[in-house]
């Protein structure tokens, strides 16, 4: 069975600073995709980040890099210099077998 | 690149009535469109997936005659909220993955359609 955790509700970080959400996942699946959205009250979700599982290195972009540790079966995104824009809805998402499997979501509060 | 579109993004209906909600994608082709249901605070769930040409592959728990989905070409998807009643009230969106210019492992989303039903 495929699982996805994020094990924080709620995360505050102070504005330009770094912040990480966690994200653990479980697939039998030698092959598998992981990506993070983020979902602002407006309620669109927004592709931030994608790793494949047999990617050699961490993914980037921009502001935004995913901490793949494959050996744990952990993808935590990590968000530098945050800012007040930045506050939402994290989810993470498991690729599998033509199916996405998100985790509960992590609340982002950037602070001024 | 990579838009999808839902409209409507807002719909209020009485309970009882049958409700439409489409998804395109603007500038790429969708081999495959998936619909979620989220309620406040929660996690999408996945609905169904749809791939063009065939029959949706419903989730279980999912009420096949209930909500019906209809994939006629590669950028339309349709989910009709069959005789919907107040429990039906929630945000659904819509989600395409594609092919060609478009990263394929990656599904992009649709702006949501908040559906209140009285």
């Known amino acids: 069975a495929q699982k996805i955790t994020q094990t924080q509700p709620g995360m505050f970080v102070q504005e330009k600073e770094a912040v990480t959400l966690d994200c653990t996942y479980d697939?039998?699946?030698?092959?598998?995709?992981l990506f993070w959205y983020k979902q602002p009250s407006s309620g669109e979700m927004i592709f931030l980040i994608y790793?494949?599982?047999?990617?050699?290195q961490n993914a980037t972009e921009g502001r935004y890099s995913l901490n793949f540790q494959k050996a744990r079966k952990s993808a935590n995104l990590v968000i530098s210099a945050s800012q007040l824009g930045d506050s939402a809805m994290y989810f993470c998402?498991?690729?599998?077998?033509?199916?996405?499997?998100f985790g509960s979501g992590t609340k982002l509060n950037v602070k001024p | 690149g990579a838009v999808v579109s839902q409209h409507p993004s807002w719909v209020i209906c009485k309970s009882g009535t049958s409700v439409k909600i489409e998804c395109r994608s603007l500038?790429?082709?969708?081999?495959?469109m998936f619909w979620y249901r989220q309620f406040p605070k929660q996690s999408l769930m996945l609905m169904a997936t749809?791939?063009?040409?065939?029959?949706?592959?419903?989730e279980q728990g999912v009420e096949k005659d209930k909500f019906l989905i209809n994939h006629a070409s590669l950028t339309l998807s349709t989910l009709t909220v069959t005789s919907a009643h107040p429990e039906d009230s929630s945000f659904y969106i819509c989600?395409?993955?594609?092919?060609?210019?478009?990263?394929?492992?990656?599904?992009?989303f649709g702006p949501g359609t908040r559906l209140l039903v009285l």
């Open positions: 989600s395409a993955r594609g092919r060609d210019r478009v990263r394929q492992e990656t599904q992009y």
């Open positions: 749809s791939n063009e040409g065939s029959k949706a592959t419903y």
């Open positions: 790793q494949g599982s047999y990617d050699q």
């Open positions: 697939t039998s699946d030698p092959s598998y995709g």
């Open positions: 998402g498991l690729y599998n077998f033509n199916k996405f499997y």
């Open positions: 500038d790429f082709q969708a081999t495959t």
